[in-house]
């Protein structure tokens, strides 16, 4: 063999980019043929708007890490992607960007606005391609989708039909969630609640007879202009006598009733509630109890209607309340106000105040759906990792509401209903139609607004697979295997895609649901543009690679908890990466003149390497098993590192550097087998270093995606080659650790004794490998016996059924060593007898936080047993 050139310095720009053009020129993301069964992802497909942040970065990450395993283990694997066309957040951004050319999208006109939207979704829809392919997202590319695709949208469309046609869709003029800002109706999911410092306001109502006056309490006095009843509970004695009594509601003139409703609290404030149907969810379901007024006091643009006294008319909310609150204390009905807390619903989109809002809208009846998702729960069809999660999709299912699905917008899938303005009947058609089919007349309207976005992702498992056509991918890839997603869309998507599976496919659309944790800045904080603390992962990759990126996400992706990093973090990734590059190097440079050997003969390291390559790849598919990325990672991290480059590597270069040119064809071709299963190992995890360095492997052929990945072979376990090597560790570590508190330097040579137990279960390996551990302490002489006659000038290191005595005295400065001992040792007996002093206080023991009280404990533990060593050491050097 000839010796392999890598680079001197790990440089991931050198290769990255080339190894992914490569894998795509080969088509090596298409799932294989196999008799296996398939495994599926189909991704959470990003906002065709936007851009990745690290978020994506880490739920991407981890999809890839799957994938790439699984297609590994000769399954036929499939990562379907795409896009999602993000109705309000993209028609959005269009919208500002037409006012910044200073165009207004009305009088451009709604087909202009979507040519202009079509543009801007090609724009970024490429970014964000572009993007996952940085941080090596191994997608079958020939599959992609977009929400608003051609088969999509025919998809959507069934889906309207079919769910009118069994009566679970229906229009209704209903209270909806209403964004002024973004200028449509919201569902209930899409409306984030957070407490602000509001004002409750205190007025009087009077009584229309004269009687007297009550008082009514509220944070948003402009609605009292919509009200249409005050209610008190039925069993409240205070008002049992006014039940029915009629007020004249100020500023208006109406006269509005006092009602018994048991959803009234007798405790809270004065008893009595304003009800304003058309404004408050609860006043609401009171006025459909009661058949109360329904008085809409709002215009679609958030300013009062026409429905309150002229004064108010046009006016903003705001404006609205102050000149209410004004005109109140004018005419005497004003009575106080107060600081008061409460809960206000904003838009997830644009963070604009939700305003309860009575129009018509179209809606899904979801009982029945959500009683089919909660049995196949129940039944263990779909299971959550962290587990704890289905409690959030429990509660959303036993407390679902029927779903607003209409949409007053332009960019999305358009309702596919129309209205006959001859007849007034209503069409709704799976194809675009003409005339209508009852009076024959071509006079139609159709519905103007769109789809909810969520409304074509619920869908998103099936219809990417060619759904409703009977195609051969639906039939090979559905239902898929693994969804990874965050907890925040648990009802959004989750839920409403194991709905739509169920109600069109009879099955759920996947069987593990991995929830991964929010990635926080290294305080904790949630990452935002508005805190400035957000990472770009393309960033990342520039600065160290998509393979350092990757595998820090995954090694910090301990399950169930967040991910908290910044750009330091990274460097763990880049460090591992140049290890492995270093090594690679190592063995490559060093193959010149050596053989390839078949079925080579196998020492005592080399079973051991072995038996730790079977452990390691047991380890990870139990950990992938169960989604615990970070036990995955630290698996392959701790073998490559560790077991490979600190001792394999270290044990073989006595052989490597042999003048015996079949004990090196030996060693050197066993190395190459140990890096290519290594590589095969850590490819999930870090594809493009390991495929760089596979193809470059003279033992290998192919490419790296698609070897196979190790399995535990449970020949080449080896447990007693395990625990020798273990006990030879240990006393490595043990002589390493005397030679460096002692600063003797590497490369001098020392003497020493090891003494074993008679019942040491390692002497022979000890005896065996006795010129391996020579070279691991670099000692000038070793002697393993069973008595130790003279240890005078020696420093013992104590093992587990041995003691190995290290003759330092002539490689130190004796008296030097033992004023450094002797000055350590008295700073800790005072740092000892502080540590003592405090938790002896229980003042301490009784307020201090548990944490504070275990690092103490923790301090003294250390100091006591640092304190011990140094004695034996002064013993030892007098």
Known sequence: MNRVELSKAYNPKDFEDHIYRQWEAEHLFAPKESPKDPYVIVIPPPNVTGVLHMGHGLNNSLQDILIRYHRMTGKPTLWLPGTDHAGIATQNVVDRMLRERGIDRYELGREKFLEETWQVKERHQSTIINQLKRIGSSCDWSRERFTL???????????????????????????????????????????????????????????????????????????????????????????????????????????????????????????????????????????????????????????????????????????????????????????????????????????????????????????????????????????????????????????????????????????????????????????????????????????????????????????????????????TFFPTTTLVTGYDIIFFWVARMIMASLEFMGEVPFRDIYITGLVRDIQGRKMSKSTGNGIDPIEVVDSFGADAMRFTLGFLAAQGQDVLINMDSFKLGSRFCNKIWNAAR??????????????????????????????????????????????????????????????????????????????????????????????????????????????????????????????????????????????????????????????????????????????????????ANKELIVEFINADFLEITDTVEDASGSVPVSGLGYEAYVFIRDSIDVQQELRKLEKERQQLTGQLAGVKKKLANEQFLSRAPREVIDKEQGKQAEFEERLEKISRYLQDLN
């Open 586 to 767: 190592f063995i490559l440079m060093n193959l010149e003149g050596a053989d390839l050997v078949e079925d080579p003969e196998l020492r005592d390291m080399d079973r051991w390497v072995y038996h730790r390559l079977n452990e390691t790849a047991a380890d990870v598919a139990a950990a992938f098993t169960s989604y615990r990325f970070n036990d995955a990672s630290q698996a392959v991290y701790e073998f490559f590192w560790n077991d490979v480059c600190d001792w394999y590597v270290e044990a073989s270069k006595p052989s490597f550097y042999s003048s015996d040119s079949a004990e090196r064809s030996r060693a050197v071709s066993i190395m190459l087998d140990i890096l290519a299963e290594s590589l095969r190992l850590l490819h999930p995890f870090i594809p493009f270093i390991t495929e760089e360095i596979y193809q470059k492997l003279p033992n290998t052929e192919g490419f790296l995606i698609e070897a196979p990945y190790p399995v535990c072979r449970k020949e080449q376990l080896n447990k007693e080659i395990a625990s020798h090597v273990e006990k030879l560790q240990d006393a490595v570590r043990g002589i390493r650790t005397l030679r460096s508190e002692f600063t003797i330097p590497p490369e001098k040579k020392i003497n020493t004794v090891i003494r074993t137990d008679k019942d040491f279960s390692a002497k022979d390996f000890f005896q």
């Open 149 to 475: 695709d051609e088969g999509l949208s025919r998809a959507v469309r069934e889906v309207f039909v079919s769910l009118y046609e069994k009566g679970l869709v229906y229009r209704e003029n209903y209270l909806v969630n209403w964004c002024v800002s973004c200028g449509t109706a919201l569902s209930d999911d899409e409306v984030e609640h957070r407490e602000i410092s509001g004002t409750l306001t205190k007025i009087r109502y009077p009584f229309s007879d004269g009687s007297g006056a009550i008082e009514i309490a509220t944070t948003r006095p402009e609605t009292m202009l919509g009200d249409t009843a005050v209610a008190v509970h039925p069993e409240d004695e205070r008002y049992s006598g006014i039940i029915g009594k009629m007020l004249t509601l100020p500023l208006t003139g109406r006269e509005i009733p006092i009602i018994a409703d048991s959803y009234v609290s007798m405790e809270f404030g004065t008893g009595m509630v304003k009800v304003t149907p058309a404004h408050d969810p609860n006043d609401w379901d009171i006025g459909r109890r009661h058949d109360l007024d329904q008085i809409n006091i709002l215009n679609a643009d958030g300013t009062l209607s026409s429905e309150v006294p002229e004064r108010y008319q046009g006016l903003s909310v705001l404006d609205a309340r102050k000149l209410v609150i004004e005109d109140l204390k004018k005419q005497e009905y004003f009575i106080a106000d107060q600081d008061h807390g409460h809960q206000v619903g904003h838009c997830y989109r644009c963070d604009s105040v939700i305003e309860p809002y009575l129009s018509e809208q179209w809606f899904v009846s979801m009982r029945s759906m959500a009683d089919k998702a909660l049995t196949a729960w129940e039944r263990g069809e779909v299971q959550f990792f962290p587990k704890r999660w289905e409690n959030t999709y429990i509660h959303w299912l036993k407390n679902i509401r029927d779903w607003c699905i209409s949409r007053q917008l332009w960019w999305g899938h358009r309702i596919p209903v129309w209205y006959c303005r001859f007849c007034g009947r209503e069409l709704v058609s799976r194809e675009d139609i003409t005339s209508c089919s009852y009076c024959g007349s071509e006079d139609l309207r159709q519905d103007e607004d769109v789809l909810d976005t969520w409304f074509s992702s619920w869908l998103w498992p099936f219809s990417t697979l060619g759904w409703p056509d009977d195609t051969e991918d639906l039939r």
